[in-house]
């Protein structure tokens, strides 16, 4: 069958056919992996586009429109999309977001009780691993056909991210295939030891890949949408992954890296992608601007170290910024530029508090006179017609609206489609590297910022034209961080890695931990990693379940 992606090989809006054999559904990737000879692989052009299907798994949930054949086995086009998923397992199960939806796993992670039969963790699992399997295939090809090292390059190092994002979900556990298997063996993707399921594994594998590719990525290469570069990684997003990677390092192993994360993070900072902190434009903050629909040609493009790309014309999907923004609104919410309003995601009254510390988020409000009461061009949320409270979780007006997304063009240009979205997706953004220095900073100072570190953590306020700090302890850290990032699927990694998400901690929020206690209640620390899917361990006899589960 021919269908067609969007180029994410020249960064342009044209598009390219993939040429498959007979089905592109993947199922249970640890036990029957893809057949090689599923895509058809004969000559330079053919790689070109299992190149772009490499990226494209993560903006496109298929190989054609919204529900067209959908890359997983089994898991419709509409929840299965990479960032969904990613959004879903990092932000319903956090102080920032609860769902009104009632869908099967939606309860689950609203109020962190999910397991190995949770359907939209098996749906994330898969996911992953089905990009994970598409590097492993395009790797693989590379000994038969001539493929520009730098594309080699990219590829691990996309490998190299979801692997990051496997362990961040679901601990040390999990396969680790480093190359295309087509034999479907077990013993090939689990390890046969019981003692050997810790992290380390997996945390060297992807340190390894990141600092071998390093130097092999192209240099920093700021574009924008339409120009060669935008889209693809470079050598800076090995920077910031690693920088990631070294941040959360004592979660991952016991053994914490500030000063690598430190360092990492000052070389994002120095590189020429910048924080993007230019003067409104027809009202809209430098920061509104990340998120609206030309964010990739409207300057703000200087921020983003990789961009998913989307196009309502050429990149239909349920998953990606679609789901973002139609999510968070319904008909009664003004203009946000698509035609769709769901209904079903918005802020829970801990994540207000982080802009109104006070308990005085005012109601009635539009965001225009919301981000004024707070002081930050961040606080982008509307009240009217709506409860700070969230008494009654399955009602979408309890509960202030987040209007972060939007497919608004800021310089009042028409978007490509009345539906579907060009709004892209920022998943490393410059001001990530700021915060990290800065808690890098603050925990090899004994928990609070030196001078240096209050500096970086300043010059993001600043752009949101918040006062700035005079000091910053761990905790005022982790705030900023929500406030910096809310719902843009990160805050679960973030909880843990300060000790406010499971066990015996010091911090709860609004149903934490239970559907029925509302100032929430603790949950048990086994919680902080996901279960591996049951489908799997029931496969994979060398598969070990996680503790707890």
Request: charged share 20%; with cysteine.
């Amino acid at each position: 069958m021919n269908s067609s992606i969007k180029n994410i090989l020249l960064g342009s809006a044209a598009c390219i056919a993939l040429a498959f054999g007979t089905t592109a559904c993947v199922g249970d990737l640890d036990v029957t992996p893809i057949d090689p000879n599923y895509m058809v692989i004969e000559n330079a052009a053919s790689m070109d586009n299992l190149f772009n299907k490499c990226y494209a798994t993560l903006a496109m949930a298929g190989n054609s429109d919204v529900d067209g054949d959908v890359d997983v086995d089994g898991i419709d086009g509409g929840t299965s999309g990479f960032v969904r998923q990613m959004w879903n397992s990092n932000e319903l199960t956090s102080d920032e977001a609860i769902c009104a939806w009632g869908d099967e796993g939606i309860p689950g992670f609203n109020f962190n009780s999910y397991d190995g039969s949770h359907p939209m963790l098996r749906g994330y699992y898969y996911r992953l691993y089905t990009a994970i399997t598409f590097c492993n295939s395009f790797i693989a090809m590379t000994e038969k056909i001539e493929v520009d090292p730098v594309k080699v390059a990219e590829i691990r190092f996309l490998r190299a991210l979801e692997y990051y994002l496997a362990l961040d979900a679901f601990g040390g556990r999990i396969p680790l295939i480093k190359v295309f298997d087509s034999t479907g063996e077990p013993a090939a993707r689990g390890r046969i030891n019981e003692n050997d399921y810790t992290g380390y594994e997996v945390y060297d594998y992807i340190e390894s890949e990141l600092l071998d590719i390093e130097g092999k990525l192209a240099p920093a290469r700021v574009a924008k949408e339409g120009q060669e570069g935008y889209g693809r990684v470079d050598q800076v997003a090995a920077w910031a992954l690693l920088t990631r990677l070294y941040l959360n390092a004592q979660v991952y192993t016991g053994t914490p890296q500030w000063a690598k994360a430190k360092e990492y993070a000052a070389k994002v900072i120095g590189s020429s992608y910048k924080l993007f902190t230019d003067e409104p434009v027809n009202g809209y903050s430098a920061y509104e601007r990340l998120f609206m629909g030309n964010n990739g040609s409207n300057g703000a493009q200087v921020e983003s170290i990789f961009s998913i790309m989307q196009d309502g014309a050429t990149t239909a999907s349920w998953g990606c910024t679609l789901f973002l923004i139609a999510s968070t609104r319904d008909a009664n919410l003004p203009a946000w530029g698509t035609s769709e309003a769901w209904g079903g995601n918005r802020a829970l009254p801990d994540l207000v508090d982080k802009f109104f510390p006070a308990g005085n988020a005012p109601a009635e409000t539009l965001p225009a006179a919301m981000k004024v009461a707070a002081n930050d061009d961040r606080a982008l949320f509307e009240s009217v017609g709506r409860t700070y409270s969230i008494d009654k979780w399955g009602t979408f007006t309890n509960g202030f609206a987040v209007t972060k997304f939007t497919n608004v063009y800021s310089d009042k240009g028409a978007s490509h489609n009345t539906q579907y979205v060009d709004t892209d997706f920022f998943f490393f953004r410059v001001a990530e590297a700021y915060l990290s220095y800065a808690e890098a900073d603050a925990r090899l100072n004994g928990g609070n910022a030196t001078p240096d570190g209050l500096e970086k953590l300043n010059a993001v306020r600043a752009r949101a034209h918040a006062s700035a700090l005079q000091a910053a302890s761990l905790k005022t850290i982790c705030d900023e961080w929500s406030r910096e990032f809310y719902f843009e699927g990160r805050r679960r990694s973030d909880l843990i890695r300060f000790g406010y998400y499971g066990g015996n901690t010091s911090y709860t929020w609004t149903y934490k931990g239970s559907s029925d206690i509302y100032a929430g209640t603790q949950f048990p620390a086994y919680r902080n990693v996901f279960a591996i899917p049951t489908t799997d361990i029931v496969a994979n006899k060398n598969l070990i379940q996680n503790e707890g589960y």
